[in-house]
């Protein structure tokens, strides 16, 4: 049972427009949602991230969206780099013990120049 | 230097050899984890570690055990390989209770 899901596998978008990457969780004792950026023969790097207790969360370039009611959270990334072609993971935890990351199946984002 | 190193990040090898994997970690942290990345699954969660005395299954611990020989050190052992353990290996570290986790750069693994 796939409690994170990012159910687009690829997205391809041209430089210098908006990239929007979704993700969907089922738990709702999810109470904190990451984003990592992984590039191919490295390991995933964090990106931003966001409480429940909030519904948008930006650092530079990206912003965070969480709809709790929904259950759904985006990435946008304004405006989009070459740079940013990774595979992006969005990640979930909750209060229960540790910091258990559960994560979604990955999106491979993909700039055009 | 990076701060979270794997060791070796690529080894192939073939059924029924053990095989183990290693962390090492310098930033500090006190939580370490071992995950798998499997093509169109994302990363999963094989064991974790609060501190040296404290280890916990994950969501896919079967076929798998862990030593944590100090803070800064965890390893990963597959005691007899089978095929379906041919997956990208992943390390991280993480402190306190918020959530971010840093991750090691991988370690490919393929059993024959």
């Known amino acids: 049972d796939q409690q994170v899901k990012q159910n687009s596998p690829s997205l391809s978008v041209q430089e210098g427009r908006i990239s929007i990457l979704n993700c969907d969780y089922t738990?709702?004792?999810?109470?904190?949602f990451l984003w990592y950026k992984k590039y191919p023969a490295e390991g995933p790097t964090f990106l931003i991230s966001?409480?429940?207790?909030?519904d948008k969360n930006e650092d530079g370039r990206f912003t965070v969206f969480l709809n709790k009611s929904a259950k759904h959270l985006s990435l946008h990334i304004v405006p989009s780099q070459p740079g940013d072609s990774a595979v992006y993971f969005c990640?979930?935890?909750?209060?229960?013990?540790?910091?258990?990351?559960?994560f979604g199946q990955g999106t491979r984002l993909t700039i055009n120049p | 230097d990076a701060d979270v190193t794997q060791t070796p990040r690529n080894r192939i090898t073939k059924t029924g050899k053990r095989i183990m994997l290693e962390c090492s970690q310098t930033?500090?942290?006190?939580?370490m984890y071992w995950y798998r990345q499997d093509p169109g699954l994302g990363l999963r969660l094989i064991y974790y570690?609060?501190?040296?005395?404290?280890?916990n299954k994950g969501e896919i611990s079967d076929g798998y055990s862990v030593s944590r020989q100090a803070q800064a050190k965890f390893s990963l052992s597959l005691e007899s390989a089978i095929p379906n353990q041919t997956a990208l290996y992943f390390c991280?570290?993480?402190?306190?209770?918020?959530?971010?986790?840093?991750f090691g750069p991988g370690t490919r693994l393929t059993v024959l």
């Open positions: 991280a570290t993480s402190a306190g209770s918020v959530g971010t986790q840093y």
């Open positions: 930033k500090g942290h006190d939580r």
């Open positions: 570690s609060f501190d040296v005395k404290d280890i």
């Open positions: 738990n709702s004792m999810f109470d904190y």
């Open positions: 990640a979930a935890s909750g209060t229960q013990g540790a910091q258990k990351l559960v």
């Open positions: 966001i409480s429940s207790i909030k």
